[in-house]
């Protein structure tokens, strides 16, 4: 029932993905509205997808939210410079194709950074194994958009040297 529900949500999530992105073009506001409703649903699942006590519920969601506000700037710098490749991919010079790799390894340093900030704070209020489920569930969603972004996201195109 639980991986039903889980199951569910990814679904919701990645319809509304796949038909918001447009060919890795997708209009700002689209892309606020996806972005909106993909953090909205995300919550959703993540709560189903953790049976918490009320003791567990006060203590993660706060930091939950914290979680998710520092993820988002993270992903801030992801969208910016998935709109700048996109705005540029035709005549991408070596230099700005070395550049735009150059800052998207550093937005996932970044994230990865956050997620070890937090994950003490998530086993104190959780215990080890539902924080590790967390993270299971929160990488699961993060699989997902990623799949998506690649889906509309263009390869860069080889050029003659």
């Known amino acids: 029932m639980l991986a039903g529900r889980i199951l569910l949500g990814l679904v919701l999530i990645t319809g509304m993905a796949a038909s918001t992105v447009r060919a890795g073009e997708a209009a700002d506001a689209d892309l606020s509205i996806l972005r909106e409703s993909i953090r909205a649903n995300r919550k959703a699942v993540v709560a189903a997808s953790l049976t918490l006590s009320d003791t567990e519920a006060g203590q993660f969601w706060p930091v939950y939210d914290r979680y998710q506000k520092d993820i ?77 972004l690649a889906a509309t996201i263009p390869v860069v195109e080889e050029k003659p040297r």
């Open 72 to 148: 988002t700037g993270v992903n801030d710098r992801l969208v910016a410079i998935i709109k700048d490749y996109t705005g540029s991919f035709h005549d991408l010079t070596d230099e700005h194709a070395t550049a735009l790799v150059d800052q998207y390894l550093s937005v996932e340093e970044d994230r990865l950074k956050v997620r070890r900030t937090y994950l003490p704070e998530f086993t104190k209020a959780l215990g080890g194994t539902k924080a590790a489920r967390f993270f299971q569930i929160d990488n699961k969603l993060d699989a997902i958009q990623k799949y998506d």
